[in-house]
């Protein structure tokens, strides 16, 4: 156990529906990442928060948003689903100054139907 | 920094010794990884070595790494059934205006070890 925590650890909806998937980093931790895993694109990184701010963004869509909370807490909202954006979403932690140490959730299982 | 490669399977017997292998394009990678996923699970740091090493051992585990080549790999001393699984190489880049957090990943190797 990583000490990350996500929920829910299933979701299933259908298109054009909005979701929103919630991250809790181990504690101590100042940094969020969301990662998105899919059979076509594999693991790809989303965007990081640190300590409420955003970081750095990846291969984000645009319908897709995120936010990191006084508490640390992070949520990642999805809008108008597509079938393309099932995928394992995967949230991880990291100490200050210590970004080079990853720690990964058990994960989201998105399913659009 | 965003081609990381992996072969894709590797079959061993147990006991045997596996060694998993990727390479990685960018030369200003600062630190290489090797995550394990379990089936139904997230993923697993397993260990990590930073560009200016050669190698990291942890136990059963034994990380080479050759700049020249651009050339990580694993290597599980006594591979068990509890070892089956799939490991992922990935590399962070710091680079100016970004920050260390951004892992690239290759597309994971699939570890069967046989009894």
């Known amino acids: 156990d990583s000490g990350v925590t996500q929920t829910p650890k299933h979701l299933i909806t259908a298109t054009g529906q909005r979701v929103t998937l919630r991250c809790s980093p181990r504690s101590g931790d100042l940094s969020v990442y969301w990662y998105q895993q899919s059979l076509d694109q594999g693991l790809q990184f989303l965007i990081q928060?640190?300590?409420?701010?955003?970081?750095a963004k990846g291969n984000i869509l645009e319908r897709f948003s995120a936010q990191q909370f006084p508490d640390l807490h992070s949520e990642l909202n999805l809008s108008s689903l597509e079938l393309g954006d099932s995928a394992l979403y995967f949230c991880?932690?990291?100490?200050?100054?210590?970004?080079?140490?990853?720690?990964f959730g058990p994960g989201t299982r998105l399913t659009v139907t | 920094g965003e081609d990381v490669e992996q072969s894709l399977f590797l079959s061993v017997r147990e006991g045997d010794s596996s060694v998993i292998n990727c390479t990685y394009t960018d030369s200003s990678s600062t630190y290489l990884y090797w995550y394990k996923q379990e089936p139904g699970a997230g993923l697993q740091l397993l260990t990590y070595i930073f560009s200016n090493m050669d190698m990291k051992q942890d136990q059963r585990l034994t990380v080479l790494l050759n700049k020249k080549d651009k050339h990580l790999s694993l290597r599980i001393a006594d591979t068990q059934t509890g070892d089956s699984a799939i490991y992922f190489c990935a590399e962070s880049i710091k680079a100016r205006g970004s920050t260390l957090g951004r892992l690239y990943f290759g597309r994971g190797t699939q570890l069967t070890v046989w009894p």
């Open positions: 928060y640190y300590n409420g701010e955003e970081r």
């Open positions: 991880a932690s990291s100490a200050p100054n210590r970004e080079y140490e990853q720690y």
